[in-house]
């Protein structure tokens, strides 16, 4: 999963805009309807970054991520919620 949302975000221009920017945290959730949301996670300190804008860059190119089953748990499907770390540029 992460080198699939890695590869979806390698054509945008993040790199580009936040050359200082490596990594963004994304949490992941997972619904039990196998719904799945993104969400980037910025450290205290992101004044430095447009969240609002790195926010829309990242629903932009995950809207047709493949489908993905939801957790399950004693035969019913569960909410599941993870941080991923996504590596904009790698030297």
């Known amino acids: 999963m992460a080198q699939l949302v890695q590869e979806k975000l390698d054509i945008d221009t993040l790199s580009i805009l936040y050359p200082d920017l490596d990594t963004i945290e994304v949490k992941v959730t997972v619904f039990p309807n196998a719904t ?3 969400e980037p996670q910025f450290p205290k300190d992101s004044v430095a970054y447009d969240t609002i804008k790195i926010d829309s860059i990242l629903h932009a190119r995950l809207v047709d991520f493949p489908k993905v089953n939801p957790a399950i748990k004693r035969g019913i499907p ?5 941080i991923l770390p996504v590596i904009i540029k790698s030297e």
Do not use: I
């Open 36 to 38: 799945m949301t993104f």
């Open 78 to 82: 569960v909410k599941t919620q993870f």
